[in-house]
């Protein structure tokens, strides 16, 4: 009886193991598709990185988690914008797991969820991921455009 018991410990922390070893050469595996003008943000610098910046250049907020699917969709399609548009807008990413003070601060219930701020204000917020031409629709509508040469017509 010890022996079947000891066997099924033994074989769970070796699948354990092997399951978190697979998942950190997966994510070191994963591609760096970072944005020139995008940040990571944590609570201590977000007044002076987005609301202050906000005064000056539109700053959209990307709420995310490292374990939300909609955030693995959504992140390189903000990322694919903010290098379009050319520093147009600057884009800020918040790990909520990290950062749970800002969550609550924004009253964030969902991720991802993503806010546009100008003049230290947020202005826009949507929930989930979206299709490119809803993104260029509210970065049109609050006055943010690509330059004319990445605006080619062609969906980010």
Request: glycine content about 6%.
């Amino acid at each position: 009886m010890h022996v079947v018991i000891l066997t099924a410990i033994v074989v769970a922390v070796f699948t354990f193991l092997m399951l978190r070893r697979w998942r950190s050469a997966k994510q070191e595996a994963m591609p760096d598709n970072r944005s020139s003008y995008e940040a990571f943000v944590n609570a201590d610098e977000f007044d002076e990185m987005v609301l202050k910046t906000s005064h000056k250049t539109p700053v959209m907020v990307d709420f995310y988690a490292e374990w939300c699917g909609p955030c693995r969709v959504l992140t390189p399609l903000l990322a694919g914008f903010a290098d379009d548009y050319q520093g147009a807008f600057l884009l800020a990413k918040v790990d909520v797991d990290k950062n749970q003070q800002l969550m609550q601060r924004f009253d964030i219930r969902a991720m991802p969820t993503v806010l546009l701020f100008r003049d230290g204000e947020s202005v826009e917020r949507f929930t989930g991921a979206k299709l490119p031409h809803s993104i260029r629709y509210i970065l049109t509508k609050h006055g943010i455009h690509a330059p004319k040469a990445a605006s080619g017509g062609e969906d980010v």
